[in-house]
DNA sequence: GAGCGTACGGTACTGAGTACCGCTCTCGAT
DNA sequence: ATCGAGAGCGGTACTCAGTACCGTACGCTC
């Protein structure tokens, strides 16, 4: 118990946390991560290596985010969808704005974090397998979107990648400093739009399903919002409507479609 | 397996490697991964622990297939795409199938290594980020296709990890046993046929640009032959109709397009 | 003050990964 | 046949991450 000021209980373990990372990050930044010693990040910040290792479970685990937690808030932002469909695209929106709210909160520190995840391929390993858990969350909340079964759930899978891949993206963006905090924002929103929009109609597998009929909020971020007018198309061919969906959705991008038989 | 290694010199690496490989899965299956020492597996293939290491480079990559020769396969293949929009479909599915060959050919081998990573997390974090690799060659293969520049090129990042995601959809329900070596090449085409679809009006990034008219191949692997009927679909939509034609009819290419009011 | 939980430090151990040295066998040249 | 030369292999010794266990100092409650 070195130098604690007597007074003040309870957010000692906070602070030895702080410390810890901070010296950690400072040893990474001069001497490189691997030449950097956990007995040297202990001592540094003044404390024994067992308490290392007991505030942050591996030399890793000092650098990286809780993801275990960030992405049980986002799934719990996505279970409050319900099973309005209609609902699912903004739902999905805020949910990733969680993650990058996150970050943008982190501010210096997810850049200086980005800056070691570049150049040291062991933390960029770490760093992509920590979207996994993302990827599911957002995978099992569109299973009740795309109506599939878990073992066969390919729309969701590619969907939810898409998701994580579109936040990722704009969120690489704001950590090399291509955009400010605004920008990613706004980025965010318009990523999500072009990646969401092509899935809208693809939702229900099954051919003459349902799909939302009109999602009743304009502009969710959205770009142009509409302004009435509607079109008749009609398709004669051989081909399922299921097959020919997923190109017409994606030809349409940012316009509402319904479809009827 | 993909040891590129020119085999000047005798059998004997490969034979060596081939052993400590077999006695790793059997130790792994029979006393778990974590319980298994390197030193046990070198035991077990009669040869020292600092063979292992030397032809290993880690416990971990014992376990693993090369992805790196695996990835620069695919790469090769991408790149004789040329600048020719209408070949990337192809080309993509072609690539993505030249993995699922490589597992497809491993056969057993693979359904063990699929049972280690699908128990033990350490397995299937490795797993997960040995992804990046081909998401990094497809993206950059797709760059061409999206019209996008190396800082900016969402559309090419989605595309490419959408072509990943359904790759390893089929690949895992082959794994599981759910489809056998033909259904699974059959789902890889389908899967990608809608990954793939839903990007081909996408296409360029200026909004009304020119997209391919027609590609002209016929089913490139896409599903069944459809079987007659017509469609009504219904656009409620601020864009004019002239405005979505031009992407709808390309989108639509082998399909009879009338459009009213 | 006695008991109790918590946070911490220290010691000792396992096991992965690295560096280095030395052995042996084979091949080709002289 | 002899002599390197080089490849493949084994052994030793070391560093360091991670784990287990024990002891201790402090604050809190009864």
Redesign the pocket.
Known sequence: ??TTA?GS?GT??TD?ATRLREAAYALFEQQGYAA????QI?AEA??????F???F????DVIFPDHEALAARVAARLDTLGDDPGAAPLGATEAARIVLEHYLAEGDLARARYRLTASVPTLRDREVSSTAGYRRRFRDALRGWTGEEPGDDLRAEVVAGSIVTAHNHVLRRWLRGAVDDDGARRELDRALGLVLASVAATGRSGGADQVPPDDGRPGDGRPGTPAGGSTVVVLRSGASLEEVLPELQAALARVEVRVEA
């Open positions: 118990m070195p007597a209980t000692t373990a030895t950097t010693t956990v007995d202990a003044g404390v024994g290596r067992t308490t290792f007991r505030v479970g591996s030399k890793e």
